[in-house]
């Protein structure tokens, strides 16, 4: 039987440091070099798309009726929102992991303020590139284990500036779009 004073933790599966340190040293090594993401997007029609990723089942976007979808999936924003909280507690779990530190708990709450009032642009307002997407994102982040609550947010703080995905957000970045041969 337990007391009140006892307490029970659970770790996260852990990840492999001494892989994750192997990581680092190679980005350190050849710091100006990248990986290639690729997806293969397919719509299905109205505005259902399938996304395909490697071997993984396909990533389902839809929009929901008022924009004319058939809510079957989160919506393309809901999405990006999606691959910032997870690329946000990688970085947590690898900052985390890097100072020999354990979690006992991670979840991010994600709200971002979207504008599309140039309806795609099939004849909405008339908005430039920047007034478009989101305006605003926050992010809340409960994390527990083997830390402080200072030594948690500086663990958070320095994951956001690290992340690729809140960096790819942030940061303008090259995009060509062209036809299909």
Known sequence: MMTKSETVSTYLRPIDRDGLLKFAQKGRENPDTFGTNKVHTVCEGQYRTLSYVGDHAPVVVDEPPHLFGQNTAPAPGEIVLSALGGCLAVGITAVATCRNVRLTRLELWLEGDISNTAAWGA???????????????????????????????????????????????????????????
């Open 123 to 181: 004849d909405g307002a008339d908005r430039r590139p920047e007034q478009m997407g989101f305006q605003r994102i926050r992010v809340r982040v409960a994390v527990e284990g083997d830390a402080t609550p200072e030594e948690f947010d500086d663990i958070v703080q320095h994951a956001n500036v690290f992340s690729p995905v809140a960096n790819s957000i942030r940061n303008p970045i090259p995009m060509t779009i062209g036809l299909a041969d």
